[in-house]
């Protein structure tokens, strides 16, 4: 991570921009591993998925210097690195829960260690593969993206303890969250919690458009993402 840090933003940029590809370039084939390994959701809609976080993940654009000056002086703002990030992948969306974790952790100059769920182990790690592969190809150092062995809940609770990671970022239920906020260290946690999305849908709706959206929605990749419609309410 240190190496990486050193290396500037241009570089870093190229070597987001050649994990950007690698993702799309793999995006059908890591769907379709997600999609036989977990038995859940539908491979044509975990591609778009993959795709979706290859091309529209926040990356190093987002760490713009600011500089504030006025009668008291000037103050500049830069951006810098916690350091190490710990992971957790989900099985509804491993591989692009993986693709967007990588981008964004690794654009802010980080490094990741991932803990995969065990039943997304196969994918998740190929994900890995190829992201690393993508970064060395584009002068990168090796190993900013690594995980655990064996995959399993004891291994992700002692990567949410270590002292050496500085941000604990969850993708998950509410039990793996309330493990990431109970580890009992001072540490920074990024956690999603349950999904209930409501639809609204009101006297001014148009009310073809708004069946097609909602069940266009709640079917993507079988409804396996928290942030999928989950119930609709229809006034009157």
Known sequence: QETFQALGLAKRKAIIDAMRKAAVQNAEPLAKLAREETGMGRYEDKVKKNLLTATKTPGVECLESRAYTGDDGLTLVEWAPFGIVAAIIPSTNPTATVINNSISILAAGNSVIFSPHPA????????????????????????????????????????????????????????IVKVAMTVGKTCKTIAAGPGNPPVVVDETADLEKAAKGVISGCSFDNNVLCTAEKEVIVTE
Do not use: F, W, Y
């Open 120 to 175: 997304a182990v196969k994918c998740s790690r190929e994900t890995m593969r190829l992201l690393n592969e993508a970064i060395v190809g584009a002068g990168g150092p090796k190993n900013l993206i690594t995980t655990v062995d064996p995959a399993s809940q004891e291994m992700t609770k002692a990567v949410l303890a270590h002292p050496a990671v500085s941000v604990n970022l969850v993708t998950g239920g509410p039990a």
